[in-house]
């Protein structure tokens, strides 16, 4: 029962799938009404974040008995999964009105929409890597048919088909490299490869080619996923030839979800103790990916003409700060850097919002927004404008917007990790704002300062004249992602406070499996494990990590463990759950003195 | 009644200097689409409105020395501390009733003046800005507040002398203004800056008084530092005041329509510099050197203008020349340490000179917009009104007895003689120096009024397009105000000690400052003087009937002609614009040409911010060649990507 409820969230977001397929099917061929399919879409979607961040965050005092080593849920999954089906709900408002313009059929596009959302969040939630990888194909299988939907459009069928192309390679290199981690670990899921790959650090070099290998496969699935360089080529093509909804999906949800894995994947996987002797530690590999990713991103950002592209590339960009946060993890504790959770937040909210003013202005199956079109925007339509001025202003990191929060937030987390040494980096991302600022504010010069072209008869329409299309779903949807970016950038502290717990919470501790690691807990559920010997490296990797937290993230991390160990214990004495017994003494086993003194990544 | 008045003194002041702002901005913000009626109920009201508080503030004030309210804490860092208030002391008083009362007289006037024009409703709401900064200005209790005012009054200025923008000579008049300002105010600003690191934070006028009387620290009579700063403040004062050496835009500043000249180039902003010396005589007193070099500025100004006024040809130029040279004599009287003769002459001008301003507007008016005084002649016969009221004006002016002008000019050229640094004179020859100059100025100036007048209203009309008539009674009514005013103001500061009402009501303002000045003067020398005077004013009056209307009408253009050089020197204003125009202004022209070309165009547009894009660009445009579409080379990038992490990957 515990299972269903905690599924909830998940299950909900299927449901809204199903009901759209069936309501669909319910009304006429023709019913001109298909709109409020996108509406129940939405609600749908609003529901289960809802439901998700309600549920989750409180977790693990719940007990999940079937789904356990299948599913995570905790604050982070939380944090990542609203995020996701808040996307997935803008995009659905987004189309209501978009699609009839476009000629694309509702029903099965908002229940694409409700599934691939479902498959984000399997994605973000997944405690293994077979559900990890179950969950990325749901969500990106939907997505390829979405961006090819609009069957019109020789150029929305393209960018569908080199999706799906590339995707599928992608897929197959997470595939490559799941199995490589399965052959150096014999195991599956996060927190038992975590424990098998640190055992295996004191084995022979040739064991750890392996593990080596299924990184850098795993890095550029992931990385085709949020669109880093040098894995990007597939993004200004389909986010300009996919539907704008789409496109705000895919920029905002897909690139989210994969962040929220990528980084609890390398974090939890790779931040293994053993890792400093190889040639090229996680960390380097990321960090070579940040830097590469914001420097292509905002150069190519620069010379493009198209505002769909100009995004694309920002979208891009903005996965390198990402990158970089991502690397930045504070040496003492491991956790995820809690700018990230913030910095994606306000990124979504932004360019959700920019691409929803995009979307609004594509009308008459006009896919191609090249920048003149924008030309007059704020004499035409000022709210419009307004809303682009903000959400612009908010990527580009212009206070008092949520981007500039987020920027200062990333930057100043990367600082404190390390002050000395990512001083550099961090010079190097400014710098890339610089340039950013370049592209950002020449979407902002034609929406406010360039008069429309005075041109004749039907090049009225390709030259800016064409009426937006009157959408009141899609307004609210665009004006809550400009006021969430005013929201963040003002009154950020809410929301960084849930940044931080949901950081807090991004690595998956061997502890919670801890007795998984043994392949015999590979079916788990079947065997509920005892209190196992304890190991000499769980042991070290436990001091260690006590001796480099604060006091104030101990006691925090301390009650989480405690949570953790009570259910263990609760687990295999089928104790009654639900109640949360006072905390117990900690096992002897993370009271072993620390062996030797392994630190540093 | 009195006792209710008495204690609402600040809520007065606080309507005084709000009403003018309040018909601003009605008149700015819904100006345009008001009635053109209700434009001017709300233009003329708020300065009434004014005027009437401040009559009454005046009277709540009688019998205590001062009354100050505050709104709130302006600014507030660390020791330094600016409240929003307000200050009325007599002098202050004095003030706001000239401003509030000649400006409501001059905003009726304007409602006939200006009725044709488009722009109706932003000239009130200019004209009641002005109002209120220029209370703003008289009223601050701190320095900086004075600041405020004194900049929005210069603000005003710029924008009522640039008027008719699209008139290009009349917008850049106002610039020229606005740019000469500048240079005055950064004195201003600089002594300010001094002072208030002199007194800890706190630049209230009492404060700094209260500071002044205790002595010691930074306040020595006669010590360098209090030199520098009241001569940094009189730079100031010269800008705004239009004295040596930057009198230079006043006269272009009569650009500006008529009634505009009137009340902010005649009465009131121009006169702020000797209202300021005046608000610190107590200050300025301390400082010997500095009241020498201002009595021998406002000498020197008095003489250079009103020579220049003699052979000016229109007629605003020479009312303008003639401001010049009357802010001069106020300004000698300040120097002289004669602060409640050069306020007395103040108050005084400001009803005279407005006047002779208007009736120049009415002439302009009748003349349609013609202003040259060689092409009228013979006005006086169809502008009985004008013509009267510009008489007893001009007589006035001119020092003629028992006019107002007399008695505030005699008391100044009395007391240039009369009064001495108590710490002895810096140089005995200042004051007889001053005193001869200013004589001299008397003389011209009976002698160019009157040849205004008798150009402008006596004789025969010269031009043949004209058909001059009288003006409506919006304007004639202020005319006869004014005139009214001109003649009998005078009489509340009588030469006689015991009916000197004026200097008695000034009397605690000016107790610090006067009592560093020793007075060696004596009743016969008084009346001796204002023989004098008599003879010089009349002696010009004479020359001038002589010169353009009586037997001597040739003789002008024969002297024009014998001198020559210097006339055509002194027709051209002495060229001093020309000279600014070599030393300052086109080096600095060069200088900002050579700096745009290099520094700004190549150095910061080409290089820095075009730079940088140019060159991300130029690289964009060469890695933009791999996005070419084409799903295989994307694929095989994924791949090579692949292959180098795991080229690096694998040991």
Redesign the interface.
């Known amino acids: 029962m515990n299972d269903l409820l905690l599924c909830a969230p998940i299950l909900v977001a299927a449901g809204t799938g199903i009901l759209v397929m069936a309501l669909d099917l319910l009304s006429g061929r023709d019913d001109p009404r298909k709109g409020f399919l996108g509406v129940v879409t939405a609600a749908g979607l609003a529901i289960a974040a809802v439901l998700a961040v309600t549920l989750w965050p409180g977790a693990p005092a719940f007990e999940m008995s079937f789904l356990k080593g299948v599913l995570i849920v905790d604050g982070f999954v939380a944090f990542f999964s609203a995020l996701v089906l808040a996307t997935g709900a803008a995009a659905a408002l987004l189309a209501v009105d978009h699609l009839p313009e476009q000629g694309i059929e509702p029903g099965a596009f908002q229940t694409l929409l409700a599934f691939s959302a479902t498959g984000a969040l399997a994605f973000v939630a997944a405690a293994d890597l077979v559900t990890m990888f179950l969950g990325l194909e749901v969500m990106s299988l939907a997505v390829y048919a979405l961006a090819a939907s609009k069957r019109s459009s020789g150029f929305a069928t393209e960018a569908g088909?080199?999706y799906f192309?590339?995707g599928g390679?992608?897929s197959a290199?997470l595939l490559f490299g799941v199995a490589f981690l399965y052959g150096a670990t014999g195991s599956l899921d996060l927190a038992g490869i975590a424990a098998g790959l640190a055992g295996g650090a004191s084995s022979a070099?040739a064991d750890r080619?392996l593990p080596?290998?299924a990184?850098?496969?795993l890095?550029?699935a992931m990385?085709?996923k949020v669109a880093a360089v040098?894995?990007h080529?597939?993004t200004?093509?389909v986010y300009e030839g996919a539907p704008t909804p789409v496109t705000a999906y895919m920029a905002g949800a897909v690139k989210a979800a994969g962040f929220a894995v990528l980084s609890r994947l390398i974090l939890t996987v790779y931040q293994a103790p053993s890792w400093g002797g190889?040639?090229?530690s996680p960390a380097d590999?990321l960090l070579g990916l940040a830097v590469l990713t914001m420097v292509?991103g905002?150069?190519?950002?620069?010379?493009q003409d198209d505002v769909k592209r100009i995004l694309a590339y920002s979208s891009i960009a903005h996965a390198g700060y990402l990158l970089l946060g991502v690397w930045a993890t504070d040496p003492a504790t491991r956790a995820l850097n809690d700018g990230v959770p913030f910095y994606l937040l306000a990124y979504v909210a932004a360019t959700v919002g920019a691409f929803g003013v995009v979307s609004l202005l594509g009308a008459r199956g006009e896919e191609d927004m090249r920048l003149p079109r924008l030309a007059g925007l704020s004499k035409r339509h000022p709210v419009l404008a307004a809303v682009l001025l903000v959400c612009v202003l908010s990527l580009a990191g212009i206070p008092p917007f949520g981007g500039f929060m987020g920027k200062f937030n990333l930057f100043k987390a990367v600082l404190a990790a390390d002050p000395a040494s990512n001083v550099t980096w961090v010079v190097v991302a400014v710098l890339n704002s610089l340039?950013a600022l370049?592209y950002y504010l020449r979407i902002l010069l034609y929406a406010y300062f360039r008069e429309p072209e005075v041109v004749s008869g039907d090049d009225v329409a390709a030259a800016g004249h064409a009426p937006a299309i009157r959408s009141a779903p899609a307004w609210a949807a665009i004006g809550v992602a400009a006021l969430a970016s005013l929201y963040l950038g003002i009154l950020p502290g809410r929301m960084m406070a849930a940044s931080g717990s949901a950081a807090s919470a991004a690595v998956v501790r061997p502890d919670l499996s801890a007795a998984l690691a043994a392949p015999a807990a590979l079916a788990p559920g079947k065997s509920s494990p005892a209190p196992a010997p304890a190991s000499p490296t769980v042991s070290r990797r436990a001091a260690v990590r006590d001796a480099g937290r604060d006091a104030a993230r101990d006691a925090t991390r301390n009650d989480r463990d405690a949570a953790r160990n009570d259910r263990d214990a609760a687990h295999s004495r089928s104790a009654a759950p639900g109640t949360r017994p006072p905390r117990p003494p900690r096992p002897s086993r993370f009271a072993a003195p620390p062996a030797g003194g392994g630190s540093g990544r | 009644m009195h006792a209710l008045v008495r204690d609402n003194v600040g809520t007065l002041l606080w309507v005084v200097v709000f009403a003018p702002l309040a018909g601003a901005i009605v008149n700015g913000i819904l100006g345009p689409r008001l009635k053109r009626g209700t434009v001017s109920l709300v233009g003329v009201g708020a300065p009434v409105v004014a005027f009437v508080a401040s009559a009454l503030a005046t009277w709540g004030l009688a019998g205590r020395e001062a009354v100050s309210t505050t709104l709130f804490t302006w600014i507030q860092a660390g020791p330094i501390r600016v409240d929003l208030s307000l200050w009325l002391d007599p002098l202050s008083a004095v003030m706001i009733l000239i401003v509030t009362g000649i400006g409501s007289l001059i905003h009726l006037y304007s409602t006939g003046y200006m009725h044709g024009d488009p722009s109706y409703s932003r000239y009130f709401s200019h004209l009641n800005l002005f109002l209120f900064a220029m209370l703003l200005l008289v009223l601050g209790k701190s320095l900086l507040l004075l600041f405020v005012g004194w900049e929005g009054v210069g603000l005003c200025s710029y924008l009522l002398i640039g008027f008719w923008f699209d008139d290009m000579a009349k917008a850049v008049a106002g610039k020229k203004a606005f740019l000469v300002n500048r240079i005055g105010d950064f004195g201003f600003l600089l002594g300010m800056f001094v002072l208030v690191f002199w007194m800890e934070g706190s630049l209230d006028v009492p404060a700094l008084r209260d500071a002044v009387d205790m002595g010691g620290g930074h306040f020595v009579p006669g010590g360098t530092g209090v030199m520098l700063v009241t001569l940094a403040l009189f730079l100031g004062a010269t800008g705004k005041s239009a004295q040596i050496p930057l009198h230079v835009w006043l006269p272009d500043a009569m650009a500006g329509p008529t009634p505009v000249s009137a009340l902010i180039h005649a009465a009131t902003m121009v006169t702020a510099g000797v209202y300021m010396i005046a608000r610190l005589n107590f200050l300025f007193a301390l400082a010997p050197t500095t009241m020498a070099i201002v009595a021998l500025t406002g000498a020197a100004t008095a003489l250079f203008a009103a020579s220049i006024g003699l052979v000016q040809n229109d007629i605003k130029k020479v009312l303008a020349y003639s401001t010049v040279s009357q802010l001069g004599y106020m300004v000698l009287g300040a120097g002289v340490g004669a602060f409640g003769a050069g306020v007395f002459h103040l108050m005084t001008h400001a009803f005279f000179k407005a006047c002779l301003f208007l009736g120049a507007g009415s002439v302009i008016h009748a003349m349609a917009g013609c202003q040259d005084i060689r092409l009228m002649g013979g006005l006086g016969k169809r502008m009985p009104w004008t013509r009267a009221t510009f008489l007893v004006s001009t007589l006035a002016i001119a020092g003629v007895p028992l006019l107002s002008g007399f008695f505030s000019k005699d008391e100044i050229l009395y007391k240039t003689l009369a009064l001495q640094p108590a710490s002895g004179p810096v140089a005995g020859w200042i004051g007889p120096l001053c005193f001869a100059m200013a004589l001299a100025a008397a003389l011209l100036t009976a002698t160019y009024m009157f040849r205004l007048y008798f150009l402008t209203f006596s004789g025969e009309l010269r031009s043949h397009h004209a058909h001059p008539h009288e003006s409506p009674a919006s304007m004639t009514i202020p005319l006869v105000v004014l005139a009214a005013g001109a003649a009998l103001a005078g009489y509340v500061g009588l030469p006689i000690e015991h009916l000197n009402f004026w200097e008695h009501w000034l009397h605690p303002v000016f107790e610090d400052g006067a009592a560093r000045f020793v007075s060696t003067g004596s009743h016969a020398l008084e009346y001796g003087l204002m023989g004098v005077s008599t003879v010089v004013a009349c002696g010009g009056i004479a020359l001038a009937w002589a010169l353009w209307r009586g037997p001597l009408t040739h003789v002008p253009a024969k002297a024009a002609a014998a001198a020559g050089g210097f006339y055509r020197l002194v027709c051209d204003r002495y060229r001093i614009d020309e000279l600014y125009d070599a030393i300052a202004i086109r080096p600095f022209q060069a200088l900002a040409r050579v700096t745009h070309r290099w520094l700004d165009a190549f150095g910061i547009d080409a290089v820095l911010v075009n730079g940088p894009p140019r060159a991300v660009g130029w690289i964009g445009s060469i890695v933009r060649v791999a996005a070419n579409g084409d799903v295989q080379a994307y694929a095989a990038a994924l791949f090579v990507g692949l292959a180098v992490l795991l080229w690096l990957v694998i040991p």
């Open positions: 088909l080199k192309v590339l390679l992608a290199f070099g080619v080596q290998v990184l850098v496969l890095l550029v990385g085709f040098p894995f080529f597939w200004p093509d190889l040639p090229l590999a292509v905002n150069v190519l950002g620069v010379v340039v370049y």
